[in-house]
């Protein structure tokens, strides 16, 4: 799995928003097949953690391209030892995912796109694309 850079969160707003009165994420996002990811296929929770509220616009941007998502419920799929680890993750990087939460929510196609797949926007932690594979995490 790429390792993905962190970047402030500045940077995501300014690219979420660039074009005022617009989406940033255009409509094709809307016939991604969301798929559940499973524990074959999960990545180490230590590069789990290393993600977690760290995003670039590129990271964000992929998922407007892909034909396929996979979200994965790392509380579902990853043991109680490793869970207490993104959790740490999750609270020590939490003003980034706020962050990042508020700015998906002001974004009405990327929240819609959300909604209509009941992906809960306040449980998004990290976004990957390895090798061309739109992933979402949620805890």
Do not use: C
């Not at 796109?113 to 992933?135: H, L, S």
């Amino acid at each position: 799995m790429n390792t993905m850079r962190s970047v402030s969160t500045a940077v995501l707003l300014a690219a979420i928003f660039a074009v005022p009165g617009s989406s940033a994420f255009a409509a094709t996002m809307d016939t991604a097949k969301v798929m559940a990811g499973t524990k074959t296929d999960i990545v180490p929770a230590a590069n789990l953690v290393d993600m977690i509220g760290s995003w670039t616009a590129g990271d964000l941007a992929f998922l407007d391209k892909a034909a396929s998502i996979k979200t994965y419920d790392t509380k579902a799929l990853y043991p109680a030892d490793e869970q207490a680890k993104i959790a740490s993750a999750e609270s020590a990087k939490s003003t980034q995912l706020g962050k990042f939460h508020d700015a998906i929510h002001a974004d009405a196609a990327l929240n819609a796109w959300f909604t209509t797949n009941k992906i809960d926007v306040n449980r998004v932690v990290a976004v990957a694309d390895p090798n061309g594979n739109a992933e979402i995490f949620l805890f």
